[in-house]
């Protein structure tokens, strides 16, 4: 191969590895930024719907405890509702947009419907929402309704919850043709007589099979009301089991897609195993950047699917745009590079094939033959140059040549000579200077790390203060590392069998433990030693470790602090009791927010950052459990964490 293609082949495979390495990488990091960005938004989308569907649980609940306080409410519990009793009840249904709005007695049979036929008869006991009701304590909760319970209901309701499935591409088999069961947002609250005792529960909702507007206000809220490609961008669905039963996503015709079912791979991880879905998914007719989550019961229960989604077609063309705006000039580049290369080497090795040619001549003797001066190349031009000059004081030079060879013998020799020499000193030299170079780095970083003298008072003083403040920087960053795994969504319980005192409560207590005799404090333990549960101890670790430094932060400077923990109908209880100012009752509720400071005299200029409990909060949480703070103002304060003393296989 001569030098003119080794040149050139050598010039285009540096440019080709070059451009594709380019293009590659160039597309890889573009499509992972894209997808990447569009599954981040998808996830909050999902955040923010879930948000709004249990802020309309809320609503919900205070709603009925609203209506529960009214006198018709109260006669009905007892049996005692007249015609006027039940009208009144019904235009608060109607009025508040409720779809079932009844009344039971303290036993739970149901004594009065706001409904046609509004036929009492039949028991709400085994309702696990009533049933906390009766217990004196309102709640609410997404369940399912079977059609003789919505017909007791209400005599429409079955029809309006009638849903007939719609084939659906990559849906999984079901025998069913159809579902009959109603998905409600569903809740009950107490109904107490004049001196405040529970006497029955008021219970209602409303149902979501067909109704627009939970998910389109959702929709709104979180995507508004762009559209791409004659498409809304974003959509909401809610599904009972795996069928869509109010959704805003179209189907081929521009209708909503009603009766459609969810995709295989979805059905399989989010109803079948319980877990979140974070990718793309094939939605009715189309591919969409998709999050699911499962919709539970108040029992935990899998019942149906929370969805949100954007298409994916739209990233797909941003991601397609970008790229042909990136992909374009390198291409363009590339075409520059390859013509600049076939110039660049024909200003080569044309001077080079004249050299050649020169050469071969000036070895046959042709002493008058010389090649073209070159502008193209300075060093070319100088090497043609020193040809030129060469070939002219050859012809002076050849009877000079056999004197001259001695004469370069023995400088050749000289300069071997001075060669070795300063190899040698080079090497002598480098081996003096290593020694003491090693010496000063060394010597630098004694001084440094204070290895060369003690420290005075002030800087004892010193040294204990960043020391203190420092404690205070590990609280506050082990907090923030905790929030940044909440925010999202990481932050995910992984059970397991656990010893309370032997895994959680001694490690915890013997690591605090010189804390609390600094603050003068009595720490009492009252934890039986065979407790045990199923849960994740490193997350009751931090949870223990938040209420125990805030028992010893707040608590009263040689005051008691006592740890307890105890079985309790399926759930472990574990408290943390201390003396000291307390909370006032206005305070409480606000007790478990995300950077909450209490403006407390004693309490608020004591440093914090207010994330502890909302921590402990997500934690129990994480277990399907709850925490909540009672306190006497002036004496004492008490946090309760409850949890069930089993739990599933993963929990987040």
Sequence with gaps: MGLWARLTSAFLLVVALLGGATIYTGATLINSTVRREAQRRTELDLRAARAQLDSRLETLRLTLEHIARSPHARLAALGNATDDDRVGLERHRLRYRLDVLSVCDGRGRVTLRTR?????????????LVSRALRGEAAAGIVLLYPDELAAEGSDLPQAAYVHFVPTPRAKPRPEEEERRGMMLWAAAPVADQQGKTIGALYGGILLTRNWEVVDTIR??????????????GTVTIFLWDARVTTNVQDARGNRAIGTRVSEEVYDSVLENGRRWHERAFVVDAWYISAYEPIRDPTRKTIGILYTGVLERKYTDIRNR??????????????ISVALAFVLVRSIVRPVGELVVASQRLARGELDHRP???????????????????????????????????????SNEQLSQLNRSY???LGFVTHELKNPLNSVIFSAASLRDGYLGP???????AADRIHRNAKYLEEMIANYLSLSRIEKGELVANPAAVNLSADVVQPIVAQLKAQFEEAGMALEVEVPADLALTADP??????????????????????????????????????VWNEGEGIKPENLPKLFGKFVRLEQETTKARKGT????????????????RIWAESEYGKWAEFTIEIPTQQPESAA
């Design 116 to 128: 046609h036929p509004y036929k009492p008869g039949g028991t709400r006991a085994t309702d696990p």
């Design 220 to 233: 709104d809220i979180v995507f508004g009301d762009e559209t791409y490609g004659g498409k809304p961008l």
């Design 322 to 335: 970008v790229l042909r705006s990136f992909i374009i000039p390198v291409c363009l580049a590339i075409g």
């Design 372 to 410: 073209r001066k070159v502008r193209s190349s300075p060093e070319l031009a100088r090497l043609v140059e020193a040809f030129n000059q060469m070939a002219d004081a050859i012809a002076q030079r050849d009877e000079q040549l056999r004197k001259q060879n001695l004469e370069l013998e023995a």
């Design 423 to 425: 190899m040698e000193m």
């Design 455 to 461: 420290l005075d008072e002030k800087q004892k003083e």
């Design 538 to 575: 490193a997350l009751l670790r931090i949870a223990l470790d938040n209420l125990l430094t805030n028992a010893a932060k707040y608590g009263r400077r040689g005051g008691r602090v006592r740890v307890r923990a105890a079985e309790h109908d399926g759930t472990v209880r574990l408290s």
């Design 610 to 625: 207010g994330l502890g409990l909302f921590i402990c909060r997500e934690i129990a949480q994480r277990h399907g459990g």
